[in-house]
């Protein structure tokens, strides 16, 4: 056979590997890495995916998942078990209150929410049970920032981990180990792969027994990636500098004229100049802001309804971070697991319209937004 070396990993699309006898099998598990067994224990193409992300955001290692959800439990789990307690920033995605309020309550793991201005002093907060803070970098979908190294040195005073879900920022923006967080966490779906073509997720650890305790989970849950979509978000992550850029450019234009249309009541992005966290969040994404606002219309169904209808260029699709723009409704998806008041609290009503905003040409998504808004 000729000597192949391909430039791109091949996709090792096998759920298992050939083991010449009992000696080679002896040795997989005498030598971690020396080989594969089998693709839920690891595989070429989940490894390279999880070595990636891990160089990215600067840490020890990592784990992919089969989805962001899978993700966050798996972060969760690293620290957690029956009768432990986790505090969440009320600013979150509406699926991770959902595996806290649901699921990891029913395991015997209580939550508690601390609100935005809450997180820097966690004192009231904090029980003897309590073992990590989950927050995100960016929230969704009001886009708050939080001052990670603050957050951080809060967590640490207290004996807490920090896990930092940096899904909306992306380590071309915001690498959140190098602030102090302990665990990082990203839906690989959105801006990592990039394409809305894949489901996955990831988690990297700052040291490496957390990373280790993270491949554990992830193997004995069967959380792991399959090999195709650890392929084809490793393709999608060879952009990704590229794109966040664009998706940032983008996003500024589209929410500085958002701010100036008569039928928006409020535009949430960090990139503007009024944002509260506008300093800070130019600090941490190195002047960029990403891709991801929202902006709030009267609270008539109606009319977000003709806004959605009308739009050509942002198709309501409940996911985000894609080339291609989409809206979407924070109450109708991504929230809706949440309590009538938490919702009320957070200001997420009918009228808050999310944008991910996409790298097509800008002048292109200005138009259409004009004509649906007009």
């Not at 967590?155 to 909306?168: E, P, Q, S």
């Amino acid at each position: 056979m000729p000597n192949i070396q391909p430039k791109i990993t091949p996709i090792y699309q096998t759920s298992v590997f050939k083991f010449e006898d009992l000696d080679a099998v002896q040795q997989y598990f005498d030598e971690p890495g020396s080989r594969y067994l089998y693709s839920r224990n690891g595989n070429p193409n989940s490894d390279e995916l999880a070595t990636a992300v891990a160089q990215w955001e600067g840490g020890a290692g990592a784990v992919a998942t089969g989805s962001g959800m899978a993700a966050i439990f798996a972060a969760l789990l690293t620290y957690c078990q029956a009768g432990d307690h986790v505090l969440c920033a009320a600013d979150i995605y509406g699926g991770s209150a959902a595996l806290l309020n649901l699921e990891l309550s029913r395991l015997g793991i209580a939550v508690t929410y601390v609100p935005f201005e809450s997180l820097y002093d966690l004192a009231a907060y904090v029980q003897p049970t309590t073992r990590l803070l989950l927050c995100e970098t960016m929230s969704n979908p009001l886009l708050r920032v939080v001052d990670l190294r603050a957050a951080a040195a809060e967590c640490h005073r207290h004996g807490l981990k920090l896990v930092v879900d940096n899904t909306f920022s992306t380590p071309v923006l915001t690498r959140p180990l190098g602030y102090g967080a302990d665990l990082v966490l990203h839906s690989v779906t959105k801006y990592l792969a990039g394409h809305s073509d894949v489901t996955a997720g990831a988690v990297v650890a700052r040291t490496p027994e957390d990373a280790a305790r993270l491949r554990q989970i992830g193997v004995i849950f069967g959380l792991t990636l399959s090999p195709m979509e650890s392929w084809l978000s490793v393709r999608g992550m060879k952009t990704m500098r590229l794109r966040v850029a664009a998706h940032s450019e983008n996003a500024l234009a589209v929410a500085e004229f958002l701010t100036r249309q008569p039928a928006v009541q409020a535009v949430y992005y960090p990139g503007l100049a009024a944002h509260p966290q506008n300093q800070l969040a130019s600090e941490q994404g190195g002047g960029r802001f990403g891709g991801m606002l929202s902006f709030r219309l009267p609270d008539d169904e109606q009319l977000v309804n003709r806004f959605m209808q009308r739009s050509q260029r942002f198709p309501f699709a409940p996911s985000l971070a894609g080339v291609d723009s989409s809206c979407s409704s924070p109450l109708y998806t991504s929230h809706r697991a949440l309590t009538d008041a938490q919702r009320a609290e957070l200001g997420i009503s009918v009228g808050l319209v999310r944008l991910s905003v996409g790298i097509e040409p800008v002048e292109e998504l200005l138009a259409d937004l004009a004509q649906a808004l007009g």
